[in-house]
């Protein structure tokens, strides 16, 4: 074996294996290693590719396969692109083909119009980014992406780029939109243990504002970019979006799918919920403009109430209008929701066409277009049923995984700017679990979770300033890891508008009442350097205070001008500072002031709460419909002295309004951090006002909308009224309406809160800070964390709190 191999063949096969043992069977000649240069590139015969030539292929590509339409110039720039860099290959391999449907994929993600123009960057950025990606004139992928990540490639690819600009989209199929590039949820020390790190604030005008696609059934970018002096069509498209939204969003309900495997109905009215598959009738719903002809007929209309020219009620929808009439209607349920114009509603009736020679027809004695003659004469009147979170976004809800599909679609939109729920969801509640539960299982300490929400505080007024420092002064006495992760203050922040002329100063008067809450706060910087300030404004705050005289001001409204707040601001930083040299750590506490509404995300998308100041209820009451009173039928008493039929149908529609909405627990039986007499510890809220807040709230949800009134009641920016939309619903909405009582309901898995005022004229500060602090000085997100959590976690007391609600609909057995 030695003579086999000498010394000399070493020059010939320099990298010979070394000899062993001969039991090994070392090899005479050594293996020849394989090589590992890589292949060529492909190279690219660039050819002058007519735009009508491409023509057929990409009509085939872009508008039969993805809807979407070329104009010259993108025909043009495509056919460039393909006759440079797929060459004389672009037919016979199919790389033209390649090109387009990416391209077209990245265009529909990207967010882009039905027609695609050629003058903007936008195409031309997609084309350069596929440039970048192209091995051999196609498109490659990396190697073990699924089909859905193969346009989003992460930065670990040294030579991929996603196909779509960073700047302009965000990653659906990445960890890295909120800065988590390859978070590993093990590694839990490497995340910030604070919170706060995970909170942000979303402000109205920087919220994306998304449009409902009917023929796509998705949501696309509103083009062109919103602007506060919009064009007039877009008045008209703020209420078809409305109408889109809820109306797919009845097509989903259960209450209005026909079965394909039985058609049963039933003749009395059953009960179902969003939650629930229950053998039941299925509801149609019937246009305006089919009505025609169809005289005498009982039909389901969706449509928008509105008052026409002629002074009639009328309810539209995107095919026409008919005038209503609800002399013999009842709201469903009695008593238990708030009808007035400007709100799309479900009305069940009969239609009665008009009786003339010229027979019924669009125009007719409304002597409107687009009317329809004769009337609808409605039996009952309910709001669109509303549906849960969970449902829209198409995860789990109690008790299932985060990953499981329920039949929504949205899941992978993103509806604040901040990570949608598919992309993002599972990982961050993961991380919320690990960060809020850091204390060991028995400790007392209590994990850092509050939020401290402070309605209607008057700068105007000495009681306020007093009640205010009371707030911070309990506060801030509390350890550093169990104070609130963040201070919400509501407006109205004067009582009057002094910016148009309600005060003696005007501007000069409101910047000394910002100057005297900076000097509050400066006495307690301790909660200053651990906390987030959130200042919302209300009608009278500037500028928007200074046309309005404090009437209804156009939403969303920004927030307080910078020029008000420089001592605010102020104060934090030095606050921050001392804190750095006393203790040689750094704090970053600081002050937001935001929009109004705004929204508030806590570790993405994993928990929403909207922040709203409006007094809803009272233009409620001056703008809804009355209806006629409950016709009593007279029915002899039973002999065992049992309730009349009126009694039973009045407790009937009282369990059913217990059943669709429950008040706050947590809230009931949260006690106070304050030492106050036993006298002093009133309930939250009577009979009656539990009554009014369950009709609030149950409104506005069902409406997904913040405004749901006539734009010459409550005006809107018709560009921005995207960010008044809920939908899907948040965690939580903080309603502040000082002529409602302060409440806490709980409505298809949103928890409701009205903090009221933090001073009422009715009773002293000291009393009212009591029954603040019961109301609001609780662990918001705790609820909110418990609702994500699973339920043999809990005690009986909290899974009784996160039970699941059925939602309330137009009938009876729709709720």
């Given at each position: 074996?030695?003579?086999?191999?000498?010394?000399?063949?070493?020059?010939?096969?320099?990298?010979?294996?070394?000899?062993?043992?001969?039991?090994?069977?070392?090899?005479?000649?050594?293996?020849?290693?394989?090589?590992?240069?890589?292949?060529?590139?492909?190279?690219?015969?660039?050819?002058?590719?007519?735009?009508?030539?491409?023509?057929?292929?990409?009509?085939?590509?872009?508008?039969?396969?993805?809807?979407?339409?070329?104009?010259?110039?993108?025909?043009?720039?495509?056919?460039?692109?393909?006759?440079?860099?797929?060459?004389?290959?672009?037919?016979?391999?199919?790389?033209?083909?390649?090109?387009?449907?990416?391209?077209?994929?990245?265009?529909?993600?990207?967010?882009?119009?039905?027609?695609?123009?050629?003058?903007?960057?936008?195409?031309?950025?997609?084309?350069?980014?596929?440039?970048?990606?192209?091995?051999?004139?196609?498109?490659?992928?990396?190697?073990?992406?699924?089909?859905?990540?193969?346009?989003?490639?992460?930065?670990?690819?040294?030579?991929?780029?996603?196909?779509?600009?960073?700047?302009?989209?965000?990653?659906?199929?990445?960890?890295?939109?909120?800065?988590?590039?390859?978070?590993?949820?093990?590694?839990?020390?490497?995340?910030?243990?604070?919170?706060?790190?995970?909170?942000?604030?979303?402000?109205?005008?920087?919220?994306?504002?998304?449009?409902?696609?009917?023929?796509?059934?998705?949501?696309?970018i509103a083009r062109p970019k919103p602007s506060l002096l919009s064009?007039?069509?877009?008045?008209?498209?703020?209420?078809?979006?409305?109408?889109?939204?809820?109306?797919?969003?009845?097509?989903?309900?259960?209450?209005?799918?026909?079965?394909?495997?039985?058609?049963?109905?039933?003749?009395?009215?059953?009960?179902?919920?969003?939650?629930?598959?229950?053998?039941?009738?299925?509801?149609?719903?019937?246009?305006?403009?089919?009505?025609?002809?169809?005289?005498?007929?009982?039909?389901?209309?969706?449509?928008?109430?509105?008052?026409?020219?002629?002074?009639?009620?009328?309810?539209?929808?995107?095919?026409?209008?008919?005038?209503?009439?609800?002399?013999?209607?009842?709201?469903?349920?009695?008593?238990?929701a708030w009808f007035a114009p400007g709100m799309i509603v479900l009305?069940?009736?009969?239609?009665?066409?008009?009786?003339?020679?010229?027979?019924?027809?669009?125009?007719?004695?409304?002597?409107?277009?687009?009317?329809?003659?004769?009337?609808?004469?409605?039996?009952?009147?309910?709001?669109?049923?509303?549906?849960?979170?969970?449902?829209?976004?198409?995860?789990?809800?109690?008790?299932?995984?985060?990953?499981?599909?329920?039949?929504?679609?949205?899941?992978?939109?993103?509806?604040?700017?901040?990570?949608?729920?598919?992309?993002?969801?599972?990982?961050?509640?993961?991380?919320?679990?690990?960060?809020?539960?850091?204390?060991?299982?028995?400790?007392?300490?209590?994990?850092?979770?509050?939020?401290?929400?402070?309605?209607?505080?008057?700068?105007?007024?000495?009681?306020?300033?007093?009640?205010?420092?009371?707030?911070?002064?309990?506060?801030?006495?509390?350890?550093?890891?169990?104070?609130?992760?963040?201070?919400?203050?509501?407006?109205?922040?004067?009582?009057?508008?002094?910016?148009?002329?309600?005060?003696?100063?005007?501007?000069?008067?409101?910047?000394?009442?910002?100057?005297?809450?900076?000097?509050?706060?400066?006495?307690?910087?301790?909660?200053?350097?651990?906390?987030?300030?959130?200042?919302?404004?209300?009608?009278?705050?500037?500028?928007?205070?200074?046309?309005?005289?404090?009437?209804?001001?156009?939403?969303?409204?920004?927030?307080?001008?910078?020029?008000?707040?420089?001592?605010?601001?102020?104060?934090?930083?030095?606050?921050?500072?001392?804190?750095?040299?006393?203790?040689?750590?750094?704090?970053?506490?600081?002050?937001?002031?935001?929009?109004?509404?705004?929204?508030?995300?806590?570790?993405?998308?994993?928990?929403?709460?909207?922040?709203?100041?409006?007094?809803?209820?009272?233009?409620?009451?001056?703008?809804?419909?009355?209806?006629?009173?409950?016709?009593?039928?007279?029915?002899?008493?039973?002999?065992?002295?049992?309730?009349?039929?009126?009694?039973?149908?009045?407790?009937?529609?009282?369990?059913?309004?217990?059943?669709?909405?429950?008040?706050?627990?947590?809230?009931?039986?949260?006690?106070?951090?304050?030492?106050?007499?036993?006298?002093?510890?009133?309930?939250?809220?009577?009979?009656?006002?539990?009554?009014?807040?369950?009709?609030?709230?149950?409104?506005?949800?069902?409406?997904?909308?913040?405004?749901?009134?006539?734009?010459?009641?409550?005006?809107?920016?018709?560009?921005?009224?995207?960010?008044?939309?809920?939908?899907?619903?948040?965690?939580?909405?903080?309603?502040?309406?000082?002529?409602?009582?302060?409440?806490?309901?709980?409505?298809?898995?949103?928890?409701?809160?009205?903090?009221?005022?933090?001073?009422?004229?009715?009773?002293?500060?000291?009393?009212?800070?009591?029954?603040?602090?019961?109301?609001?000085?609780?662990?918001?997100?705790?609820?909110?964390?418990?609702?994500?959590?699973?339920?043999?976690?809990?005690?009986?007391?909290?899974?009784?709190?996160?039970?699941?609600?059925?939602?309330?609909?137009?009938?009876?057995?729709?709720?």
């Amino acid at each position: 074996m030695d003579g086999r191999i000498r010394a000399g063949s070493k020059s010939a096969y320099e990298d010979s294996v070394p000899s062993s043992l001969p039991a090994f069977a070392t090899p005479v000649h050594p293996i020849r290693q394989r090589s590992t240069e890589q292949p060529s590139k492909p190279s690219i015969l660039p050819i002058i590719l007519p735009p009508a030539t491409l023509r057929p292929l990409a009509f085939r590509t872009f508008t039969k396969k993805h809807n979407l339409t070329l104009n010259s110039s993108a025909l043009e720039l495509f056919a460039t692109f393909i006759g440079k860099y797929c060459g004389t290959g672009w037919r016979e391999e199919g790389l033209a083909e390649r090109v387009l449907d990416e391209a077209a994929k990245a265009w529909k993600i990207h967010g882009g119009a039905v027609i695609v123009p050629g003058e903007g960057d936008e195409l031309r950025t997609i084309l350069q980014n596929i440039q970048g990606s192209m091995v051999g004139g196609r498109p490659v992928q990396k190697e073990g992406l699924s089909r859905q990540k193969s346009l989003a490639i992460g930065e670990g690819s040294s030579k991929m780029t996603p196909l779509y600009p960073r700047e302009t989209y965000v990653d659906l199929h990445g960890e890295d939109s909120l800065g988590m590039t390859a978070l590993d949820i093990k590694d839990e020390d490497s995340q910030p243990k604070d919170p706060r790190k995970w909170l942000q604030i979303v402000d109205a005008f920087e919220q994306p504002q998304l449009v409902y696609n009917v023929n796509q059934k998705h949501f696309d970018i509103a083009r062109p970019k919103p602007s506060l002096l919009s064009e007039p069509a877009q008045k008209t498209r703020l209420f078809r979006n409305r109408y889109n939204l809820i109306y797919q969003r009845l097509l989903r309900n259960e209450s209005f799918q026909v079965s394909a495997v039985t058609t049963f109905r039933s003749g009395s009215l059953q009960r179902s919920s969003s939650t629930m598959s229950t053998p039941q009738q299925s509801y149609k719903l019937t246009p305006i403009a089919n009505l025609l002809g169809r005289s005498g007929s009982n039909h389901l209309l969706l449509g928008l109430l509105t008052i026409s020219p002629t002074g009639l009620l009328t309810i539209s929808d995107l095919t026409g209008s008919i005038t209503l009439d609800i002399q013999h209607a009842r709201p469903i349920p009695e008593n238990g929701a708030w009808f007035a114009p400007g709100m799309i509603v479900l009305v069940d009736g009969l239609y009665e066409g008009e009786e003339s020679a010229a027979g019924p027809g669009l125009g007719g004695n409304g002597g409107i277009g687009g009317s329809i003659g004769g009337k609808f004469v409605g039996f009952s009147v309910g709001g669109p049923p509303c549906e849960r979170r969970e449902i829209t976004l198409g995860v789990g809800g109690e008790g299932e995984s985060d990953n499981l599909s329920v039949g929504g679609q949205f899941g992978w939109v993103d509806f604040l700017g901040v990570g949608s729920e598919r992309e993002l969801g599972p990982n961050m509640r993961r991380l919320e679990h690990n960060v809020m539960r850091r204390q060991p299982t028995g400790s007392s300490t209590e994990f850092r979770s509050k939020m401290v929400v402070m309605g209607e505080v008057n700068l105007d007024s000495a009681k306020t300033l007093q009640a205010f420092k009371k707030v911070l002064g309990t506060y801030a006495a509390e350890p550093a890891d169990q104070s609130p992760i963040a201070v919400v203050l509501m407006g109205n922040f004067v009582r009057h508008a002094v910016m148009s002329g309600g005060g003696s100063g005007g501007s000069i008067e409101y910047k000394e009442y910002f100057d005297t809450l900076a000097s509050a706060l400066s006495e307690y910087p301790s909660i200053l350097q651990t906390a987030t300030f959130i200042f919302v404004p209300g009608d009278n705050d500037p500028w928007a205070s200074s046309f309005a005289a404090g009437s209804a001001t156009v939403l969303p409204r920004r927030s307080v001008p910078e020029l008000f707040t420089t001592r605010i601001r102020r104060v934090f930083a030095v606050a921050n500072t001392d804190a750095e040299k006393s203790t040689g750590r750094k704090t970053d506490g600081k002050v937001i002031w935001s929009t109004n509404p705004s929204r508030l995300t806590l570790f993405g998308p994993a928990q929403e709460v909207v922040f709203f100041r409006d007094d809803m209820s009272g233009r409620l009451r001056r703008n809804a419909i009355r209806f006629g009173p409950l016709e009593s039928t007279s029915v002899a008493p039973e002999p065992s002295g049992g309730p009349t039929a009126t009694e039973s149908a009045a407790a009937s529609q009282e369990r059913d309004l217990d059943e669709v909405m429950d008040l706050d627990q947590a809230v009931e039986t949260a006690e106070s951090n304050m030492p106050a007499p036993e006298a002093n510890k009133c309930p939250i809220a009577t009979d009656n006002d539990l009554q009014t807040a369950r009709k609030l709230v149950k409104t506005l949800l069902d409406q997904g909308y913040l405004s749901p009134f006539p734009l010459s009641v409550r005006p809107v920016h018709w560009d921005f009224a995207g960010a008044l939309h809920l939908y899907p619903l948040p965690d939580a909405l903080v309603l502040l309406d000082p002529e409602t009582p302060p409440f806490a309901v709980t409505y298809e898995g949103c928890h409701v809160m009205n903090p009221g005022s933090l001073v009422s004229t009715h009773t002293s500060p000291l009393d009212m800070i009591t029954v603040y602090e019961r109301l609001l000085s609780l662990y918001v997100w705790i609820r909110s964390i418990l609702a994500k959590m699973k339920p043999h976690n809990l005690s009986k007391q909290d899974q009784q709190i996160m039970r699941l609600k059925s939602c309330g609909g137009l009938l009876p057995r729709i709720y």
